[in-house]
């Protein structure tokens, strides 16, 4: 019953190998190390490859008896997907077919796939709960709905079954402050304005202070890591208990603003934010805010880490002990 973690050296996936150890599930983790970071794993096994390798990941699979995949090697940057869309196709997509196919291949049929709430668009009604219609504004996006679209048409077709779990804002850290996030080049929010408070950034950008929300600035649903990595978790056993496959938002239901998050932050620090206004970053839909009732009724998930403020606590704890500070 050894699983495999694609990815698993990045920010989420670190949290989710960590979090499957404590239980002694044993795992592999598969990455090819251009996001991820091997420290991040704490001494579990890695074998160092490209999702798109399919011989490296077969004889991956062979050598650990590999029977269910979580993949979350993936392009993640909103942004960077709308200038440089052709990455985003062949990584996100091409790479990931691959991958499939491989799985098909090596007769492993359980997949937990690492989606977003950026396939939803912008939302025709709050918050937003999975039969929403999809309509996304950005590259990252799409090319996690195409994947969907894949998903849904191999296990009708084949010997094959996945749940799609569709994260909100990923964020915070271990709260015992030995992993955490720490992209190359970092673009989310909480991360830039920890490193604004500590002087390594000049001042946070807030992209857009003309949305139509409250104070003018984007709102979105934060969710611990930590609590993403119980969900994966619980949605591989429904998956193994059930047979069925399924998608899932997973988020907190409640919405914080850009300048909500700098307010939490600067009760959570004691410190300042320096912020410089700047314009909207193509690609940002003003409201993002998801039900997750589906993922409480269905999985049993029970968020642990919901509030902003320890969300920040733990992101903040991080950041300031052990983040290398490369920036
Ligand atoms: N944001 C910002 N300044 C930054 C980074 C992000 O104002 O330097 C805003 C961004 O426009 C969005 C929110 O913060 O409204 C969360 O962005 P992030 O990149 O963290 O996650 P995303 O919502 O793109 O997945």
């Known amino acids: 019953m050894t699983l495999a973690i694609l990815g698993g050296a990045g920010y989420i996936g670190s949290h989710v190998v960590q979090y499957l150890r404590a239980l002694n599930v044993p795992l592999v983790v598969y990455d090819n190390l251009s996001q991820g970071h091997a420290e991040s794993l704490l001494g579990a096994d890695l074998v160092v490859g490209d999702i798109g390798d399919a011989e490296r990941l077969s004889s991956c699979i062979r050598q650990y008896g590999v029977t269910g995949v979580m993949n979350f090697a993936g392009l993640i940057a909103v942004g960077e997907s709308v200038k440089e869309p052709a990455l985003y196709y062949a990584n996100n997509v091409s790479r990931t077919l691959t991958l499939l196919d491989t799985l098909l291949s090596e007769g492993v049929r359980d997949f937990v796939f690492s989606s977003t709430c950026a396939i939803y668009g912008m939302p025709q009604f709050l918050p937003l709960t999975e039969d929403h219609p999809t309509n996304p504004i950005n590259p990252y996006g799409r090319t996690k709905l195409a ?11 084949y010997d094959f079954r996945y749940m799609s779990l569709r994260y909100f804002n990923a964020s915070g850290a271990d709260p015992a402050g030995q992993i955490g996030e720490c992209h ?35 709102v979105r649903d934060y969710i611990h890591v930590l609590d993403l990595a119980q969900a994966h978790w619980l949605a591989l056993q429904f998956l193994r208990e059930t047979g069925r496959s399924e998608a899932f938002n997973l988020g907190n239901g409640q919405g914080h603003s850009v300048r909500e998050v700098i307010q939490a932050a600067e009760r959570v620090t004691g410190l300042p934010v320096p ?45 300031q002990r052990w983040k290398p500070q490369a920036v």
Request: glycine content about 6%; some cysteine; overall charge negative.
């Open 184 to 218: 190359q080049p970092e673009t989310h929010l909480i991360p830039l304005l920890l490193e604004a408070v500590q002087g390594h950034r000049p001042a946070l950008s807030v992209f857009g202070n003309d949305y139509d929300t409250p104070d003018g600035t984007c």
């Open 275 to 319: 912020v410089s206004e700047q314009p909207r970053r193509e690609g940002d839909p003003p409201v993002l805010i998801g039900s997750s009732r589906k993922a409480f009724d269905l999985l049993g998930w029970q968020p642990q880490y919901a509030e902003i403020d320890t969300i920040l606590e733990t992101a903040w704890n991080w950041q």
């Open 147 to 157: 994947i969907e679209f894949v998903l849904e048409d191999y296990a009708r077709a």
